[in-house]
């Protein structure tokens, strides 16, 4: 099979869910070797994940290795160019949905033993600490705006050519900042499909005594990041960062 851009973006994804949803499963699920490990791992887990989820989504032909619907939105708005649009948030939400299945098989023991349905939850999708819809939404943008121009800084014509190789690495750094500094208040999805496709794999999936989906929670992780997405992208495309 040839590499291509919708290939790309659906095998890192794929990668990216099954390290990041799986840094959580094993911080929260019970009778793992890193239960209770805290939000450093998880935080640091993420960023790993990104970092590692870019690197296979060029090897297999994403050339822009997006991985996130909130990162092509960005972008198309700030080069007006929305022919990306569709075939990458397609490939991004299936592979959202596929490493999230691939995570509740590697956890597989680890579901019957789990008595917190919240736990269980978290595992695949966001819900925030404290539930305020005007503050989580808010919350969800400005992550997804730094994210954004993080990006076009990590990209920028006015820094010089960057190492090949280099890129991934400080993308995971910007994604290990924002969780850190940012995540606290719902857990910065700050990218739609990593939030939906484990969402409805949550919803689907055969998991003991698994607890409702939240989907009264669900537009806040999509919209945010959308909004924050428009908006970074009319900065760079204003700016030129």
């Known amino acids: 099979m040839q590499t291509s851009p919708f290939l790309g973006e659906l095998i890192g994804t794929i990668v990216l869910i ?8 094993n911080v ?3 009778q793992t070797k890193g239960h209770n490990a805290g939000w450093i791992v998880i935080t640091a887990g993420w960023s790993f994940a990104v970092t590692i989820g870019i690197f296979v989504a060029k090897a297999f032909g994403s050339i822009d290795a997006h991985l996130s619907p909130a990162v092509t939105i960005a972008f198309a708005v700030a080069t007006d160019d929305y022919s990306h649009v569709i075939p990458y948030i397609t490939a991004q939400m299936i592979g959202a949905f596929i490493g999230a299945v691939l995570v509740w098989l590697h956890h597989l023991p680890h579901w019957a ?3 917190d349905k919240a736990a269980k939850l978290a595992t695949f999708c966001n819900t925030p600490a404290i539930r305020s819809t005007g503050s989580n939404l808010t919350s969800e943008a400005m992550a997804t705006i730094v994210l954004i121009l993080g990006l076009a800084g990590i990209s920028s014509k006015h820094l010089g050519e960057l190492a090949i190789g280099v890129g991934p690495y400080l ?5 290990w900042s924002i969780g850190l500094s940012l995540g606290g208040p719902t857990g910065y999805a700050i990218n739609p499909a990593r939030d939906l496709g484990p969402r409805i794999a949550h919803a689907v999936l055969p998991i003991p005594n698994k607890g409702p989906s939240g989907w009264n929670y669900a537009w806040v992780p999509v919209l945010g990041p959308i909004i924050g997405a428009v908006v970074g992208g009319l900065l760079i495309r204003w700016y030129a960062l």
């Open 28 to 30: 929260v699920l019970s």
């Open 171 to 175: 993308v995971g750094v910007l994604v």
């Open 18 to 25: 099954l390290l990041g949803d799986g840094v959580v499963a």
């Open 113 to 115: 033993v789990t008595d």
